[in-house]
């Protein structure tokens, strides 16, 4: 059973810059497709951005596409998202997931992810 546990979340002004965190457990998080999803109050989860295992390939949303920057380090099971030049309209609990089918590439779709974090808050204040 994989565990995922999010971390680096808070608050935060336009403009501003945030890191999180998601450490793996009970499983290789090199092996698997690690994703980073959004929910606003409101409103439905959102993918954000993933990365392959295979090709180490990764895609964003639009929305987030030259702000924010999904990275993975094996060696500490643990994959980043970067997220700079923060947005009002970034605000949401941000959870990562892991795709732990052997496809190569990144997938979007929440279906495709098997694990889940338990999310952390980011809010970013105008």
């Known amino acids: 059973q994989v565990q995922l546990v999010e971390s680096g979340g808070g608050l935060v002004q336009a403009g501003g810059s945030l890191r999180l965190s998601c450490a793996a457990s009970g499983g290789t998080l090199s092996r698997y497709g690690m994703g980073w999803f959004r929910q606003a109050p409101g409103q439905e989860r959102e993918f954000v951005a993933a990365i392959s295992w295979g090709t180490g390939g990764s895609y964003y949303v639009d929305s987030v596409k030259g702000r924010f920057t999904i990275s993975r380090d094996n060696a500490k099971?643990?994959?980043y998202l970067q997220m700079d030049n923060l947005k009002p309209a970034d605000t949401a609990v941000?959870?990562?997931?892991?795709?732990?089918?052997?496809?190569?590439?990144?997938?979007?779709?929440?279906?495709?992810?098997?694990?889940?974090?338990?999310?952390t808050q980011v809010t970013v204040s105008s």
């Open 94 to 119: 941000y959870y990562c997931a892991a795709d732990i089918s052997p496809f190569p590439f990144v997938r979007v779709g929440e279906s495709s992810y098997t694990y889940w974090g338990q999310g």
């Open 77 to 79: 099971n643990t994959v």
